[in-house]
């Protein structure tokens, strides 16, 4: 823990020391979630990687003028997402009409409201942050652990998680807790890093 | 694909950003727990997981170690009596903890419980105990027989062995050495376990104060009870005297017998019957029962003696005599020669190359033996019968001789020139006559090589002389002439062969040197003919050119006729004739103990003039161009001989010489000419 109090979290690195490093840290972090958001909104992909490395920019700018006061940061990301995307897309309207895909997102874009689209951004983020640090723990603890943990999240009664996992009910209890325990720190640790 | 911004929310997504808010409403930041917390927090070291094993006196528990976080085995006794019994107990924690080796059992914490039992910690080893192994093997279990071949059980025996050697050099002494002792582990990690019958033994400088107050400690009232397992304790533990560390080296042999033959030492149902067998050695010998090399059964048996003396007086003896067996035995860098690729070949076949070699020579051998005796006459069968049952006592101790020495030291080097001497006996077979320069020539290379290990061996010396004699290589013959009487025979030869100048190192000398030398043989009488035989064997293999031969043959004659009086040897080379008159005239040709060689085929011959002699036996004719032979007044019988002669169209003969039956099988293209 005291590793990550005395160390500046990426953010604020990215707001006091812009320097090449952290801009590529903080690319390789945010990155994979715009992919997964574009791609799930249906943006045609000759776009895409335009409009992620415009995205990325956006924010990247916008660090230092960002206060933690102002608001959350999943709020922050969906204003940057949504203006970015319905910028780009109306761009490529115009210079090419044909773009069928182009004009249907857009007009999904339009007309969800910003607090509609700030929760499926909320919730994407959440499950993203969720699934980054399962990663995470899967590369450093036994595969049994890990497989416990998730079949308990399926809520899977622990009995049946034993006979499944062929281990003693104590076991799987003793596991479940302890890498929820373990999951809970890792998660917010990333949480301290990548969100503002 | 639906878009996102319209589908429908997946529960799996739900439940993921649930665990989300999950872990964030709980406010409460607690800090992770520390290490040196979690560690003082551990109030009972050990929790006991269950019983692995038992042995006499302890029981052997597999617990957690709940400090350094690992599981243990530990022994605990079984009887929960009084303070004073648990003695022996702690004495053999105490005893098993001064020994550091990695093949040793390594104890962690030797201390008290709450039940106020002693109890000590030690390594918990996944894999089998190699009686487990020796087990399956025995049941042929195809699974273990992949896994572990006797080369394999081989190494497991000499790192035991390291182990053994190590604590005897710290002096102490095992007791108690079987394979139910021995852990073998997943990845082939060898363990001496069960200390509980060892002993220190004193007579060594001290090492520190410790060390010699813990040996104060454990000094035992002698015990009158017989303490072992059967089949694996030594005599002197059965006879209750006091082991040494020979004792241990019984033990291992045991161990080493079992590992090789899949069969205990001893095999008896009970106990007593066991150790009466034990007592006096009553031990089958281990290649009776597998199939190995004498060797290693030699190496077995040794460390089995009953009387500790015999055995191999420590556990490095036996090592080593081990590892030589494993690895062969060729070292060092030799001239590059037929001998050496022999021994290097030899040396990657080990096994294979011995066997064959014993194999082949004893058909070989025993054929020939075989088929020359068949080709002699009754007369020579009596002589061959002799000779053959002296030859065979002769090779069992020769057989036996190189048993032993190839056993006890497995001198290969020397063992291999000693197999060269003996198949190539110049003297003492019956392929000289066949093949008398590939003999003569490994004979050679196998004294040359027993010369160059032992020079001053005055046997090798000797027939060294004699071979390079018969090779008629006679200016070499004086670097090795000592004293031996054999040698005073080619001595006359010898002084006769140097008088003579000529160009040396061809196969054969001149014809007038080689006639000198037979006729310094003869001078020296017919003790002479075994040598004499040899060299015109040999001569008359090599020769190229045999003009003037008739002068060998006349010395070899008067030689092989050594009463001929009255002598006459008439050849006329222009009329191609040879007379031979005389009283005790018998050999036309030479001979030997395992044939003879008749000698007429070398010179050009159409009439021979044999009549008024002894001369009786007609094969010595074989080969020859004879058209007339005058056979009067001999002792000639068997007239069968002259069927084998082509050209043969007159013989002259008495008339009462013949039945006229014999005479009948003669063709009729010979004419008989019936004279006085």
Known sequence: MSKWNTRYTLIQRAQNSPDNDTWEEFVSSYKKFIFYMLNQMQVPQ??????????????????????????????????????????????????????????????LLENISESDFEKIIDREWRSYMVEITLDSLESQLSETAIEVFKLSLKQLPTEEIAAQMNITTGSVYTLKNRVKEKFSRRLKQLVRELEF | MSNILEEQISDEKIALSDLYDDVFSDESDVA??????????????????????????????????????????????????????????????????????????????????????????????????????????????????????????????????????????????????????????????????????????????????????????????????????PGYMAPEQVAGQAPTPLTDVYGLS?????????????????????????????????????????????????????????????????????????????????????????????????????????????????????????????????????QAEESALKRKQALDLYLKEKAQGAEVKNNFADVLLWNYQIYNSKNFTENPETMLLNALKGLEYKLEQNPNDSSSQMRMALTLFILQRYEQVPKFMGSQTELK???????????????????????????????????????????????????IKTRDNFDNYEQVIEEALKLWNDHWENMVFDYNREAQSLRIKGKNFLNLGIYDQFGQIPLLQYIPIQHLDIS????????????????????????????????????????????VQFPQEALETLPKTIELNFSK
């Not at chain 1, 415009?54 to 924010?59: A, P, T, Y």
């Not at chain 2, 376990?193 to 400690?217: F, H, P």
């Not at chain 2, 061809?506 to 040197?513: Q, T």
């Open chain 1, 46 to 107: 000759n776009l895409i990687d335009d409009l992620a490395q415009e995205i990325l920019l956006n924010l990247w700018s916008k660090l230092s003028l960002y206060a933690k006061e102002k608001g959350k940061f999943r709020s922050w990301l969906t204003r940057v997402i949504r203006n970015s995307a319905t910028d780009s897309l109306k761009k490529e309207q115009r210079y090419n009409k044909r773009q069928e895909n182009a004009s249907e997102v857009l007009e």
């Open chain 2, 489 to 539: 025979i080619i001595e006359g030869a010898l002084k006769y062969a140097a008088d003579f100048q000529y160009s040396k190192g061809h196969k054969n000398v001149p014809l007038p040197v080689f006639i000198s030398v037979i006729k310094g043989l003869r001078e020296f009488g017919y003790s002479s003919v075994a040598t004499a035989y040899r060299a015109i064997a040999y001569d």
């Open chain 2, 32 to 229: 992770e727990p520390s290490s040196l917390d979690y560690l003082s927090s551990q109030k009972d070291r050990y929790e006991i997981e269950d019983e692995i094993g038992h042995g006499g006196a302890k029981k052997i528990i597999r617990v957690y170690d709940t400090r350094a976080r690992r599981y243990l085995a530990m022994a605990i006794p079984r009887s929960k009596s009084g303070s004073s019994d648990h003695n022996s107990f702690i004495h053999e924690s105490w005893l098993t903890a001064q020994l550091d080796h990695p093949n040793i059992i390594k104890i962690h914490e030797v201390g008290v419980n709450k039940d106020h039992l002693p109890f000590f910690t030690m390594d918990l080893k996944n894999g089998h105990s190699l009686e487990q192994i020796l087990k399956c093997l025995a049941n042929k279990d195809a699974e273990y027989i992949e896994r572990f071949p006797l080369t394999k059980l081989l190494d497991f025996f000499i790192k035991i062995c390291d182990a053994i050697s190590y604590a005897h050099s710290i002096n102490i002494l095992h007791l108690d050495l079987k394979p139910a002792n021995i852990q073998i582990g997943q990845y082939g990690e060898v363990v001496v376990c069960d200390w509980g019958l060892a002993k220190i033994i004193g007579g060594r400088k001290s090492l520190n104060l410790n060390r010699d107050m813990l040996e104060l400690d454990l000094v035992e009232d002698e015990s009158p009870l017989i303490m072992g397992t």
């Open chain 2, 612 to 655: 008024d002699t002894d001369f009786e036996d007609l094969h010595y004719l074989a080969g020859s161009q004879i058209e007339t032979l005058d056979i009067r007044h001999t002792k000639v019988k068997d007239l069968s001989p002259l069927l084998k002669l082509p050209e043969l169209r007159r013989i002259i003969l008495t008339q």
């Open chain 2, 254 to 386: 045991a161990i080493l017998y079992h590992l090789v033959t899949l069969t205990p030492t001893i095999n008896t149902e009970g106990c007593t019957q066991a150790l009466e067998h034990t007592a006096v050695g009553k031990i089958q010998a281990a290649n009776e029962l597998a199939d190995i090399s004498d060797g290693l059964s030699s190496i077995i048996m040794k460390g089995l003696r009953v009387d500790p003396k015999e055995r191999y007086q420590s556990v490095l003896a036996l090592q080593n005599d081990l590892s030589k067996y494993l690895q062969g035995y060729v070292t060092k860098a030799e001239d590059p020669s037929v001998i050496k690729e022999a021994l290097f070949f030899y040396r990657r076949n080990k096994m294979i190359c011995l066997q064959a070699c014993f194999f082949v020579f004893l058909i070989v051998a025993s054929t020939m033996g075989f088929i020359a005796s068949l080709q002699q006459s009754w007369k020579s069968e009596q002589e061959a019968r002799i």
